[in-house]
Structure formats: C-alpha cells, structure tokens
C-alpha cells in the first residue's frame, strides 16, 4: 500500500484549520501544526498560486480562496438548495407578502432553482430554471459579491441595460458589490423591471462558501420606502430566512 504524500496531508491540514478559522496566519498556523514557519509558508505560497487560498494584504493573514470555495460548492446542487430552502422560503412569502426566489451561480447567471408566488389571487408565471443577469437583479449582486473573480467575465459579456438604473458602469458595480459585502444583503429597484423591486441575501455552506441567494420581489412602492429605499423589516426578514436555511447547510451561526 503506497504511504500517505506528506506534503498533500499537511496543505490538507490547511485548508481545513482555514475552514473553521476563517483567516490565520502563518506563525498561528506553524504553531498548531509544529512545523517550521518556512515550510507552513512555502505550503502556503503554492495554495495561494492555484487560487485554494488567498492572503489579505493589509493584516498578512490567509483564507480560503475563490477557486477552492467555487469547487467546494459544486456538491451541493440546485436540487440540494432547493430541499434545503423549501419550509423557510415559504415561510418567508407568508411573512413578508411578496413571491420569493431562489438562486445559484450557473455560468455567470443567476439560476432559479425555486420560486414560491405571492400568497394572493393575482396571475404569476413560474420561474424556475430560467437565468438572470447577475449585474441587474438582488440575487445576481449577492453572488457577484462573494465571488467577485467571476466579475471579469460578467463585464465581457455586457453589463445590458434593461431599465435607465441598471447599472452598466464597471466601476459603479464594483462599488455596489463593496456595499453589498458590507451590509449582508443586496436590492435592486427598477433595474431588470421597471417599478419592480428585489431584496436579497446570501446563503452559505459549512465551508462559508456563498452557494445561493434567497429574495423577496414585488413592486417598489410595497418593498422600499418613498426614498427608494428597502424597508428595514423586509431586509431583516430575508435575511433571517437565508441564515436558517445556511445553518440547514452546516454554516456556523452568526
């Protein structure tokens, strides 16, 4: 039986302490492996070359990459998601009023793999399995926002312009992504529809990995205020519902 390739044991041992720890650095990580600090850096320097971790260049530390994250995620289907989100996100239409979504990353699009309709009488069309464009809609700016390496891509393909305030600018939607980084949630209001307004947040796995998005939608004048603003208790609810159905995935509370 060929024996275990050490060095493969002790980048695993890495990104695994990573995983749970977020960000460490590599006296932290040296000293719970008992390894010298060159070899933990040099283990470091060839994961962070393939993309499995990346270093933050103001506090030195290092955490799990985009590349790792985006593979780590790809076991969990839509189907899975969708099973996963089913109780809450209906749970959430009841709450907030409004017809809710759920969406994954395919190809550089938003992939809608539920949709609950709007708990009244009024006509509504199924959308599951269609796509939407990330830069234009609530769940597209969530995902764009935690895998932000895919933004190059997205802005060869066009930045389209389906309303006057989708944004089309790169720079502008580079910014809107730091916000919605910030603040944990994303909205539009008349970029992909005119009038129509969408409320979002991330859902995360184990791993911490953003592996979909939940959102409310509905008309502007029901989900933002008369600044064009989200209502603060539409946001809250949105994103409760996407942190229980992340800690149905195995993410750590928060």
């Not at 599951?128 to 060869?156: F, N």
């Not at 008309?219 to 539409?234: F, Q, V």
Request: aromatic residues 4%; hydrophobic residues 40%; charged residues 25%.
């Amino acid at each position: 039986m060929p024996k275990p390739i050490q060095s493969i044991e002790r980048a695993a041992t890495i990104l695994r302490f990573l995983s749970g720890r977020r960000r460490a650095g590599v006296v932290e990580l040296a000293g719970e492996m008992g390894l010298p600090k060159g070899t933990v850096h040099g283990i470091l320097q060839t994961l962070r070359d393939v993309g499995f971790v990346e270093q933050d260049p103001d506090s030195g530390k290092y955490q799990l990459g985009p590349t790792l994250l985006h593979m780590g995620s790809s076991y969990l289907d839509g189907n899975e998601l969708r099973t996963r989100a089913l109780n809450w996100s209906d749970a959430l239409a009841t709450r907030a009023n409004e017809s809710v979504r759920i969406g994954t990353l395919h190809e550089a699009q938003v992939l809608i793999v539920h949709h609950v309709f709007r708990p009244d009488d009024t006509a509504q069309a199924l959308d599951v399995g269609t796509l939407r464009p990330m830069h234009a809609t609530a769940m597209g700016k969530v995902l764009l926002a935690s895998h932000e390496y895919l933004l190059p891509e997205v802005a060869r393909a066009g930045l389209t312009a389906f309303t006057p305030n989708t944004i089309t600018d790169r720079r502008r939607l580079t910014e809107e992504l730091a916000t919605v980084r910030e603040q944990g949630f994303g909205y539009t209001v008349s970029e992909l529809m005119r009038d129509e307004a969408s409320i979002a947040a991330p859902i995360e796995d184990r791993c911490g990995a953003t592996v979909g998005a939940m959102s409310i939608s509905g008309p502007a004048g029901r989900l933002c205020t008369t600044r064009k603003r989200p209502r603060t208790e539409l946001v809250g609810y949105v994103r409760e519902a996407a942190r229980a159905v992340s800690r149905e995935l195995g993410a750590i509370p928060w």
